[in-house]
């Protein structure tokens, strides 16, 4: 059983700093990624940050050089440093890994409940 579980989501004035904790939890033959997703009402779930075990790291457009991801491979811990907050920030943030749990299945996604951020003054 796979479970994911973020954590650190609040209330946010514009230009301060959050951070977000996922935590993947369960028996794995290998965690690929993680990444952090967000969701605005009536927006489409967007991409925000993605990093692999060998190392690679991409963000969005729109948060490149605010948000920083870090992971620690050995404790399947993904977090998302947020920085120079906006209100267009504000959103349902998603924790999402990419997990073989054999080695003979190939990678799924897992998908967090979310951490609502919102940015406002």
């Known amino acids: 059983q796979v479970q994911l579980v973020e954590s650190g989501g609040g209330l946010v004035q514009p230009g301060g700093s959050l951070r977000l904790s996922c935590v993947a939890s369960?028996?794995?033959?290998?965690?690929?990624?993680m990444a952090w997703y967000r969701q605005a009402p009536g927006s489409e779930r967007e991409l925000i940050a993605r990093?692999?075990?060998?190392?690679?790291?991409n963000y969005a457009a729109s948060v490149q050089g605010r948000f920083t991801i870090s992971r620690d491979n050995a404790k399947n811990i993904v977090d998302l440093l947020m920085d120079s907050l906006k209100p267009e920030d504000t959103a349902l943030y998603y924790c999402?890994?990419?997990?073989?749990?054999?080695?003979?299945?190939?990678?799924?996604?897992?998908w967090g409940q979310g951490t609502q951020v919102t940015v406002s003054s």
């Open positions: 999402n890994a990419e997990i073989q749990q054999t080695m003979i299945q190939l990678a799924r996604n897992y």
């Open positions: 369960g028996r794995f033959f290998s965690v690929n990624a």
């Open positions: 990093a692999t075990s060998s190392g690679s790291i």
